[in-house]
């Protein structure tokens, strides 16, 4: 059972332009929300988080927009630049006061290209 | 400043085997988590070790364990490996063990298994 979904593989933008990244989530116990970058033969990388008290987190070109109701929440890079050109996950994790609390669980991954 | 380390880097193992793998968490962080990542599919938890001790435990077998040394710093075993052991393993460390901690990722070991 997926609990967190990135339901497209991959997303292509020209540069300078937009790039929305989507993902859903299924578990209403999520309390933190993260997005991670992640080059080939690196780890991923911390972008941005937002808790789920907000509905929105910025940090630069990045920003998380959370929506409770409809449980999605998107990644926005704005201008983006061919350095963005990686796969992107979302990951999210509760603090339900189980042993788990640290888990975090992941989407498949979206591949954004930004084309020059 | 070092981020969180990783050894080895690349591993080929056979069928059978038993390997070990090493993280050094970011300086300061007490918890050590440790995914499972396949190619095509996002990081899948492992374990949490916060203050040496487990404290959470994802949906593998008991082949899989692990441990956190006083310096913070820990090892992965999985013994009799099998072809579908084979994966990207991923550290990671946060602060504090809490799920409002941003958990920050080393580069992985890639093992193989033939």
């Known amino acids: 059972d997926q609990q967190v979904k990135q339901n497209s593989p991959s997303l292509s933008v020209q540069e300078g332009r937009i790039s929305i990244l989507n993902c859903d989530y299924t578990?209403?116990?999520?309390?933190?929300f993260l997005w991670y970058k992640k080059y080939p033969a690196e780890g991923p990388t911390f972008l941005i988080s937002i808790s789920s008290i907000k509905d929105k987190n910025e940090d630069g070109r990045f920003t998380v927009f959370l929506n409770k109701s409809a449980k999605h929440l998107s990644l926005h890079i704005v201008p983006s630049q061919p350095g963005d050109s990686a796969v992107y996950f979302c990951?999210?994790?509760?603090?339900?006061?189980?042993?788990?609390?640290?888990?975090?669980?992941f989407g498949q991954g979206t591949t954004l290209q930004v084309k020059p | 400043d070092a981020g969180v380390t990783q050894s080895p880097t690349h591993l080929i193992k056979t069928r059978g085997q038993h390997v070990t793998l090493r993280c050094s968490p970011i300086s300061g962080h007490k918890s050590v988590s440790w995914y499972q990542q396949v190619l095509g599919q996002g990081p899948q938890f492992i374990f949490q070790y916060y203050e040496k001790e487990e404290r959470g435990r994802g949906n593998f077998p008991d082949r899989f364990s692990a441990r956190q040394f006083p310096n913070y710093s820990s090892e992965l075993n999985v013994n009799a490996l099998l072809l579908g052991d084979s994966a990207l393993y991923l550290c990671?460390?946060?602060?504090?063990?809490?799920?409002?901690?941003?958990?920050?990722f080393g580069d992985g070991t890639r093992l193989s298994i033939l």
């Open positions: 990951a999210a994790s509760a603090d339900d006061g189980s042993s788990n609390t640290g888990k975090l669980i």
């Open positions: 578990n209403s116990m999520f309390d933190y």
């Open positions: 990671a460390s946060s602060l504090e063990r809490q799920s409002t901690q941003p958990q920050h």
